[in-house]
């Protein structure tokens, strides 16, 4: 069985930065991926990046100020948000899919496999 474990976020102040982690267990696939997104209140869940196989993807909002990494010796990977803003506060998800197709990489219902949601808030 799949299980992910965030950790990281909390309280920021705009221009603020942090990172959080996504730690996976179980599990084995081909083409992997795994890809965070968050949904703030009242509005849908939204892709904001991605890796798979090295190659990494991210949302138009969040280009150029979020890092996404792994480190596949630990099966963690990492979201490194730097310059945050107040319409980053969301609850941040880790999801993992094990046959991802790359056309798909954005959607969440490409990823079987959710972690529980880590609060990320960002205001003066």
Sequence with gaps: QVQLEESG???M????STRLSCTASGGSGS???TAWFRQAPGKEREFVAAIRSGYTYYSDSVTGRFT????????TVFLQMNDL???DTAVYYCATSFTTILSTIRSAQAYPYWGQGTQVTVSS
Excluded at 13 to 16: A, C, N, R, V, Y
Excluded at 68 to 75: C, D, E, H, Q, R
């Design 31 to 33: 083409r992997p991926a």
């Design 68 to 75: 996404i990494s792994k480190v596949s010796a630990k099966n």
């Design 9 to 11: 976020g909390g309280w």
């Design 13 to 16: 102040q705009p221009g603020g």
């Design 85 to 87: 803003k107040p319409e």
